[in-house]
Structures are given as structure tokens and as C-alpha cells.
């Protein structure tokens, strides 16, 4: 398993922004966690990449206890923030380098050309990122999130604000990094999961309230919509 979620919690005094929740994911599955907004999506995401220390529970990624072993977990993890902090003043080629160095990669240039071409750069790869549209500052942050080959991709409201045809690339590409590696996607739009995933979690006031592949879930719900079935859940 490359996800293995045990109880996890995250508490603010009294308040329970995540309480016990137990998942998994796996290798070759996009698995969409989905919730309301303030359902605690933002927070699980936190403590899976480190961000964040539970208040109890444990986490594994690929193996590793993500308190215990937080520095090897980050580099198995490529993590996009929902608003992903990009250094504007720099230009893409020479962000993505600065990226590759801090994991400590051998042929830098030669892998910001690979995720260059893969997210569809070429043509902004010399422009400074401040002077980016939002969808292709979503790519720079796709691309960083790559850039070392991690196992496990956590993508947090990946395609928010794309206009159609961005929207369509950047589904294609999450697709196909898929397919070998596992990918958690947290967002509140219903075709999106329809589009990319297998599995889904849904996620209601911090408690876990739906957790199958779509295919069982709507079975279960006698063939509903995705987007009825978490209207029924998340009331």
C-alpha cells in the first residue's frame, strides 16, 4: 500500500476539524477525497505532507510513518498546495532548477526539460512565473510537484480556476501520472471525480462518511449521481 491513514485526528480545542479518520490509497488508483468546504480536506492533506502534526492517529507513506520519518516522506511525496506558493520573480526553467536542486537530483537540466515538456511549458519556460496565466502557474506548480519522481502525488484543488481547455490538459496529465503512482486529489467538483478517479472518500464535518471506488458507491446509492449521492451525505 503506498497510503496507509489510521485515526487520524486533528483537534483546535474543542473543535474536531478531523476526527478519526482511517483510509487507503493505492499504487496505480486516483483516489478523490472529497467534502464540503471547511470538511477538513485542506487538513488531512496538511498532515499527510507534514505540514501539519496530528493531534493523535498515525499515517503511512510508502512505509514510512510521516512523524517518525517526516524528512524521507517528503521526498516520496510531490504535494500541490491549493494556493501554491510559486517565487514570482523567477523564471520557470530557473524555478524548476532551484526545485531540483533542493531534492538533491543529479541532471537537473536534463529533468526540468522532461517536466518541462510534460506539463506543456515549452512555450512559458522563459517567462518569469508572475507573468503567467493562473493555468499555467497551475502547471509550474504541477511541474514542481513532480520533478523528483515522488510515488504518492497529493493534489489539492488541482484544476480550480482553469478555464475549459486547460482544464482538459491538466486532467489528462493527472491521468496519466495515474497510472504508476498513487494519487490523492481533494476537490469539491463532482466531474472532476467523474473524470479522473477510482476510489473516492467523502469527508463531512471531519468524519469520514463514504468510503469505496465510485462504481461500488453508486451501485450502493441504486445508480445515483455522484453529485446527489454527496448531497445525501454531506446534508
Known sequence: MSVIVKNLAKHYGEQKAVNEISFEAKPGRILGFLGPNGAGKSTTMKM????????SGQAEIVGKDIQLEPLEVKRLIGYLPENTPLYMDMYVREFLGFVAETYGLKNVKQRVEEVIKLVGLTQEQHKKIGMLSKGYKQRVGLAQAIIHQPQVLILDEPTSGLDPNQLSDIRALIKNLGKDKTVIIST???????????????????VLVANSSINDLKEKHAQSSLEDIFKKLTL
Request: aromatic share 4%.
Open 48 to 55: 499527510l505532507t507534514g505540514y501539519l502534526q496530528p493531534t
Open 188 to 206: 469539491h467538483i463532482m466531474q472532476e471525480v467523474e473524470a479522473l478517479c477510482d476510489d473516492v472518500i467523502i469527508i463531512n464535518k471531519g
